[in-house]
């Protein structure tokens, strides 16, 4: 008899997709697009990850024609460190 998945795996994985759901307000549609587009771009240490790494940032702001580079910088931050403290909170 083959053994399909209990429903309660099934409804974790349910929970977890709805979880992985967001909505971006349009304003800050930009500053979510780069923070991805700098996904490759973390620099790590033995003690884990310390931040991204400006210098792409400024590449990809000129290759992108950002108009305002600061704003997005300053977005970029709110978001790399939230993502920081969950990143090294999971590797410790």
Same mark, same amino acid.
């Given at each position: 008899?083959?053994?399909? &998945?209990?429903? =309660?795996?099934? *409804? %974790?994985?349910?929970?977890? %997709?709805? %979880?992985?759901?967001?909505?971006?307000?349009?304003? *800050?549609?930009?500053?979510?697009? &780069?923070?991805?587009?700098? #996904? /490759? #771009?973390?620099? %790590?240490? &033995? =003690? =884990?990850?310390?931040?991204? *790494? +400006?210098?792409? !940032?400024? +590449? !990809?702001?000129? !290759?992108?024609?950002?108009?305002?580079?600061?704003?997005?910088?300053? =977005?970029? #931050?709110? &978001?790399?460190? /939230?993502?920081?403290?969950? !990143?090294?909170?999971? *590797?410790?």
């Amino acid at each position: 008899m083959a053994k399909g &998945m209990d429903p =309660g795996e099934i *409804n %974790a994985m349910r929970k977890a %997709a709805k %979880a992985a759901e967001f909505e971006v307000w349009e304003e *800050n549609w930009e500053t979510v697009v &780069m923070f991805m587009r700098m #996904q /490759t #771009q973390w620099n %790590a240490s &033995m =003690g =884990g990850v310390t931040g991204l *790494n +400006y210098s792409s !940032l400024e +590449y !990809l702001c000129r !290759l992108y024609s950002v108009k305002d580079p600061v704003s997005l910088f300053e =977005g970029i #931050q709110v &978001m790399e460190v /939230t993502a920081l403290a969950s !990143l090294n909170k999971r *590797n410790s």
